[in-house]
């Protein structure tokens, strides 16, 4: 007759297995506020490339659960922010799209800007006013930190949120009287990609192309500013831009 494997290596073996299955990507349990590890980790990583805008750091707080609800809502399902193994296997097949449809489209302006080793852009000679002044602008808050609801109430703020970031800029080159949420940015401008500055938006993040140049609170993660030369998948977005522009 076979011998009972002790409880405590059984309980380490099924920690091994769930975190193996964790690392690979499958969903083991559903995670909520609370949950930590390497699958709280993996679903934060999926959310942001899906284009959630979500900070990687394995523990599911109250930011990660406004990112699942912003999924759960775009997806139709029953929004409580509570990744079950369905959603985040969801969430996983999103951003495998997102990162398979090869990134975003830019404009063609005649010329594009560039980063400097500091990580704030440089405007291309040709660069009409307004981008000359939103480039200025988004370097001034470049390097700021994320904060949700900053440059809502206040333009000039101590952090500021993705839809604060765009409006700071945009209202720094004359083309926003007052701060917009990522929603109602979906409705500002003009339809479609421009030639300059295109915004991209979806109900729960926005971010910008200016200059051939991406401008986003989650490259900040990444680089330490909220400029990139790097693109990240449209999916999920809509394309909005200011006339002649």
């Known amino acids: 007759m076979p011998r009972k494997l ?9 920690l091994m297995v769930t975190t193996d299955a964790a690392a690979a990507g499958y969903a083991t349990r559903t995670l909520q506020v609370g949950s930590s ?22 523990a599911f707080g109250p930011a990660t659960r406004h990112s699942v609800k912003s999924f759960e809502r775009h997806e139709q399902r029953r929004v409580n922010g509570r990744a079950s193994r369905a959603e985040q296997r969801m969430v996983r097949a999103r951003a495998a799209a997102a990162n398979d449809s090869g990134g975003e489209p830019v404009g063609a302006p005649t010329e594009k800007g560039y980063i400097g080793s500091d990580g704030l852009a440089v405007a291309p000679a040709s660069a009409p006013d307004e981008v000359r002044a939103i480039i200025e602008a988004g370097n ?13 109430a206040q333009w000039n703020d101590t952090g500021y949120d ?42 729960s993040h926005a971010y910008m192309i200016v ?10 993660a990444r680089t330490g500013s909220r400029w990139t030369e790097r693109m990240r998948s449209a999916s999920g977005y809509v394309a909005r831009h200011p006339d002649g522009l």
């Open 162 to 203: 993705c839809s604060g970031s765009v409006s700071y800029v945009l209202h720094a080159a004359g083309l926003l009287r007052r701060a917009l949420d990522s929603t109602g940015f979906m409705s500002w401008g003009i339809r479609g990609r421009g030639t300059w500055i295109t915004v991209r938006t979806n109900p």
């Open 140 to 152: 001034a808050i470049a390097t700021k930190p994320y904060k949700y609801g900053g440059g809502h």
């Open 6 to 14: 002790p409880a405590v290596l059984v309980a380490v073996l099924s």
């Open 211 to 220: 200059a051939g140049l991406r401008f986003d609170t989650s490259a900040r």
């Open 37 to 58: 590890g390497s699958d709280v980790k993996a679903l934060q990583r999926y959310l942001d490339e899906a284009g959630y805008n979500t900070t990687a750091d394995g």
